[in-house]
């Protein structure tokens, strides 16, 4: 009797009945929904991003993770394994997930005003309205507190100035959260809430993308947009305010790109127990089966590392460095599980008949965003040192 690579571990009986019954709810939608149109998205370039956001507000997945507001208020680990079930299907349709709820609608939730909260939240949980979160700049990915983008008072007014780049869902958003530079230092940085329909924001598509195919990716212009004073957060300075949002991205990448690893490997033990190669199956060959048994492994501590950073979420005793060690692991495991499928496959592998090279090439981004592998190679040393080397 053959087994699936989590099956070995029994991952399914440490999750309980009502986030098991949610993870098989998104599975089917992204089955039935996603899957079969993903190489024609991706050779597109493009996704029906706006239908798909109100399929997935639908099927109750946008802050799904968030209390009040039309938000379903679901456990951090169902929320987890949510992330991991879109990934299987595409990291672009799990970034706009992710972005939707854990930095926009997170963002807005954790640090905006009630009339920021009444106003988009509602609206965002459904999918009627889109949001974005303009962080990254042109030169300051990794170093966000040398940001250029400026916000100045003009009486009781607001004026942005400023650029944002890799921006997912930039260019079909309704609200921007847009950080900016109020004064000198890093603690002078604060959080706007822009909607995308004010004078002076454009943000224009990035094209000729390699990765990520599957999602909307966008530069931001901020050319002297004018906002009322009450379109600042109210309290958060600094950036507590963005690093906050992304501990709550990068949480949903540590299972996420577990899915992505996992679709890699069940698509590769299907195709080597049908290919015959010396009229014998490629899975009968000692190679494959030690291939196939040192990526399941990994996918398998990968996981019971996520469920554990789950239970330290829901607990509310996960601490920052937890989430780098998650999504750090992860990423870079599932990565080189893509890629050591590739070579199973063989030419195959290059195709978009297999999900393979398209989850290898989108793992290539997800390996960079939300704190590239330095970054949380730091955040770990710096735990165990004490010392910042950062700077």
């Known amino acids: 009797m053959t087994q699936t690579p989590l099956e070995l571990f029994s991952t399914d009986q440490l999750i309980g009945d009502d986030d098991r019954e949610l993870r098989d709810a998104v599975r089917s939608f992204a089955t039935d929904k996603i899957k079969p149109h993903l190489a024609e998205w991706y050779e597109a370039g493009d996704l029906p991003a706006r239908e798909l956001a109100r399929q997935l507000g639908e099927l109750g997945v946008l802050g799904m993770h968030l209390e009040g507001y039309g938000c379903a ?8 394994l949510a992330c991991m079930e879109l990934e299987a299907a595409d990291s672009g349709v799990r970034s706009l997930v992710s972005v939707q709820g854990s930095l926009a609608m997170f963002a807005i939730h954790h640090w905006g005003s009630e009339e920021h909260k009444q106003e988009w939240l509602p609206r965002m949980a459904t999918g009627e309205a889109i949001g974005c979160f303009g962080l990254t700049e042109p030169d300051f990915g990794s170093n966000p507190a040398g940001m250029r983008t400026r916000a100045r008072r003009d009486g009781d007014d607001w004026v942005l100035t400023g650029n944002k780049l890799w921006i997912t869902n930039g260019s079909i958003a309704d609200v921007a959260v847009v950080w900016a530079q109020t004064g000198e230092t890093s603690r002078d940085i604060r959080g706007f809430v822009v909607p995308t329909d004010t004078p002076g924001f454009s943000a224009p598509k990035v094209k000729h993308k390699l990765s990520l195919r599957a999602s909307v990716t966008s530069e931001l212009v901020l050319d002297d947009v004018r906002l009322p004073g009450s379109a600042a957060f109210p309290e958060v300075r600094g950036l507590r305010g963005p690093l906050t949002c992304l501990d709550e991205a990068r949480y949903g990448i540590v299972f996420g790109a577990l899915g992505a690893a996992r679709d890699c490997l069940e698509a590769t033990i299907a195709y080597a127990a049908d290919r015959q190669i010396y009229d014998r199956s490629l899975s009968s060959y000692q190679l494959t ?15 019971l590392l996520a469920l554990q950073l789950g239970r330290l979420k829901d607990a509310g005793t996960i601490r920052p460095e937890q989430v780098s060690l998650g999504k750090l692991n992860n990423v870079r495991e599932a990565i080189g599980i893509a890629r050591e499928c590739r070579t199973i496959l063989g030419a195959a592998g290059i195709t978009l008949e297999f999900p393979v090279m398209r989850h290898a090439n989108n793992l290539e981004s ?5 704190g590239t592998s330095e970054v949380h190679q730091l955040i770990i040393g710096q735990a165990l040192t004490g010392e910042s080397a950062f700077r």
Request: net charge negative; proline share 0%.
């Open 366 to 370: 997800v390996l960079t965003y939300e």
């Open 289 to 303: 089966q030690a291939k196939l048994a040192d990526m399941s492994l990994e996918l398998g501590k990968g996981m």
């Open 73 to 80: 208020g679901t456990s951090a680990t169902a929320y987890g």
